[in-house]
C-alpha cells in the first residue's frame, strides 16, 4: 500500500511539473511571434505590445477569483480545466486570427484563454506539492518551479530549432504541437491523488490575511521577487543586443535563455540540498546577489561584465519566489487557497510594473537601457530590506 501511494503522489508532482510547464509555454511562446504577427496580419507593434499586457492582466484576474472560488469548484475541477483552457488557446491562436475580422481580436482571445489556464495552474499547483507527503516542502516547492525555468528554455530553444527547420511560417503547427503538452496532462490531474493544505472550509479568509504583518512583508517579497525577475529577463534580450551587438536569435540565447538556465540551476539546487541549508539565510544571500546583478548590468562599462551579471541574475532570483511561498506555507499553516492566490497575485504584479519601470525610463533616457535597468536596482533593494525585516520578526517568535 505505502508503495503504491508514493507511485500515486509521483504522478500528482509529474503532474504539477507539467503544468508548470505549460505555464511557461503559455507565457514564451506567443513573445518569439511578435515580429510574424507584424508581418503576416500587419498588426502594428504598439497594439502587439497589447498581447503581453492582457496575458498578465488575465493572470491577475485569475489570482484573485482563485482566492475566493477556488475552494469552491474544487481543486482537481480547476487544475483540469486549467490544461483544458491551454489546449484551447494555443490550438486558438493557430486559428483564430485568420477567422476573425481583426486578426489581433482572434490573438487576444486565444491569449485570454491560456492565460486563464496559467494563472489557474500559478495559484494551485504551489498548494498540490505543499499537500503531498514530504520531509522537505522547501526543497520541493523549488525543484516544482525550477520546471518553468527548464519549460522556458525548451519553449526558446525547441522553438527556435522548429523555426530554422521548417520556416517560421509553420508556427501554426507548432502551436498545436505544444498543446499536446497540457492535453496529456489533463489525464494525469484527472487521475492523480490531489490533497489540500488545508482541510476544506478551514483555511484562513483573505481579511485574516491582511491582519497578519508577516504576510504584508511576504506581499512585498513576492512583489519585489518578480520585478527583480521579470525586469531583466524580459529586458535581457534588448540588452545583450545593445551591450553586445548581437543578432536578434543570439540575443534570445544569451540573454532570456541563459537566464532562464541559471535561474533553473539554483531552484535544482535548493531543490536538492535544501534539507541542508537554511532558507531565510538563502534568500538574503540571493538578495543582496540580485542587488550586485543589476548594478554591474547597469554601471559596469565592460559589456561582457555586464551580460554575467544579467545572467546571474537568473541565479540569485531562483529561489526568491518558491521561497516566499514555502515560508508563508510553514508560518501561517492555515493560510490556504486564498493566501497561494494572493501571493501569487503579488509576485504577477510586480512582474507586470517592474519591466513596465524599466522600460519608460529606459525610453526617457533617450533608449539608454541601462539608466531603465538602473532603476530597477530598486526592487532587489527592497527586497533584502523586507528579507531583513521577516527574518527580525521570526528572531522574535523564537524569544517569545
Known amino acids: 500500500m505505502d508503495v503504491n501511494m508514493v507511485k500515486n503522489y509521483r504522478k500528482t508532482l509529474l503532474a504539477c511539473y507539467l503544468g508548470f510547464i505549460t505555464q511557461a509555454i503559455s507565457a514564451n511562446f506567443a513573445p518569439l511571434l511578435f515580429l510574424k504577427f507584424h508581418k503576416e496580419y500587419g498588426i502594428p507593434l504598439g497594439k502587439i505590445a497589447l498581447i503581453s499586457t492582457v496575458f498578465f492582466l488575465t493572470q ?5 477569483l482563485c482566492s475566493y472560488f477556488a475552494d469552491r469548484i474544487g481543486y482537481r475541477n480547476c487544475v483540469v480545466a486549467s490544461e483544458l483552457c491551454a489546449v484551447a488557446g494555443l490550438v486558438g491562436l493557430a486559428f483564430l486570427p485568420g477567422l476573425t475580422p481583426d486578426p489581433l481580436v482572434g490573438i487576444l482571445i486565444s491569449v485570454v484563454v491560456y492565460a486563464i489556464g496559467s494563472g489557474l495552474i500559478e495559484v494551485l499547483g504551489s498548494p498540490i506539492v505543499e499537500a503531498c507527503p514530504s520531509d522537505h516542502k522547501e526543497a520541493a516547492m523549488s525543484l516544482l518551479h525550477s520546471f518553468y525555468c527548464w519549460g522556458s528554455v525548451g519553449v526558446i530553444l525547441l522553438s527556435t530549432l522548429f523555426f530554422a527547420v521548417f520556416g517560421i511560417e509553420n508556427w501554426k503547427w507548432l502551436a498545436c504541437i505544444w498543446a499536446i503538452v497540457p492535453l496529456y496532462n489533463v489525464y494525469n490531474f484527472a487521475t492523480c491523488p490531489i490533497e489540500r493544505p488545508v482541510e476544506e472550509g478551514k483555511g484562513m479568509k483573505v481579511s485574516g490575511l491582511l491582519r497578519t504583518p508577516l504576510f504584508w512583508v511576504a506581499i512585498v517579497l513576492m512583489v519585489c521577487a518578480g520585478a527583480s525577475e521579470l525586469s531583466m529577463a524580459q529586458w535581457a534580450s534588448a540588452y545583450t543586443e545593445s551591450a553586445l551587438g548581437l543578432s536578434k536569435a543570439m540575443g534570445d540565447l544569451a540573454g532570456p535563455c541563459l537566464f532562464a538556465v541559471t535561474m533553473g540551476i539554483s531552484r535544482v539546487i535548493f531543490g536538492k540540498y535544501g534539507d541542508r541549508l537554511d532558507l531565510m539565510k538563502c534568500m538574503v544571500g540571493s538578495g543582496c546577489l540580485c542587488l550586485l546583478c543589476y548594478v554591474a548590468a547597469s554601471l559596469l562599462e565592460n559589456p561582457i561584465l555586464g551580460l554575467i551579471g544579467c545572467v546571474m541574475c537568473g541565479f540569485s532570483v531562483g529561489i526568491l519566489w518558491p521561497g516566499t511561498i ?28 517592474g519591466p513596465s519601470l524599466v522600460g519608460n525610463i529606459t525610453q526617457a533616457a533617450g533608449n539608454d537601457l541601462r539608466r531603465g535597468m538602473l532603476v530597477g536596482c530598486v526592487f532587489p533593494l527592497v527586497l533584502a530590506a523586507a528579507l531583513l525585516v521577516m527574518k527580525r520578526m521570526r528572531g522574535r517568535e523564537k524569544l517569545g
Request: proline share 3%.
Open 326 to 353: 514555502s515560508i508563508c506555507s510553514g508560518r501561517l499553516p492555515g493560510g490556504g487557497t486564498a493566501m497561494f492566490a494572493l501571493l501569487a497575485m503579488a509576485g504577477d504584479l510586480g512582474g507586470a510594473f
Open 60 to 64: 491577475l484576474i485569475v489570482d484573485v
